[in-house]
């Protein structure tokens, strides 16, 4: 099992920028996908970015093409995601997840732990 913790949420204008970052503990961080999930009030939890245990496998959602970026850094097992240029749609609350598998793609099915999740909000 591994425990995940998500910060670096907040409020921030149109256009702004925010790093959320999602520490790991417990089975070893560099096995495993991560991805960030995001679910907004009334809507069904979607899938943003993942990305593969060495990094070196990314997949994102159109909505956020260009504009979000996932990262990893194995050594302090910690997973990123730089989210420039945001906008009122992007509010959520964002969730990272540990997939049971090398790279765990675009559907939560294949994640087995998550965290509590950040408040992301985006003011016009």
């Known amino acids: 099992q591994v425990q995940l913790v998500e910060s670096g949420g907040g409020l921030v204008q149109a256009g702004g920028s925010l790093r959320l970052s999602c520490a790991a503990s417990g089975r070893s961080f560099s096995n495993y996908g991560m991805g960030w999930f995001r679910q907004a009030p009334g809507k069904e939890r979607e899938f943003v970015e993942a990305i593969s245990w060495s990094g070196g496998t990314t997949s994102y959602a159109d909505s956020v093409k260009g504009r979000f970026t996932i990262s990893r850094d194995n050594a302090k097992n910690t997973v990123y995601l730089q989210m420039n240029s945001l906008k009122p749609e992007d509010t959520a609350v964002y969730f990272c997840?540990?997939?049971?598998?090398?790279?765990?793609?675009?559907?939560?099915?294949?994640?087995?732990?998550w965290g509590r999740g950040t408040q992301v909000t985006v003011s016009s």
């Open positions: 997840a540990a997939a049971g598998r090398p790279f765990g793609g675009t559907t939560t099915d294949v994640y087995v732990d």
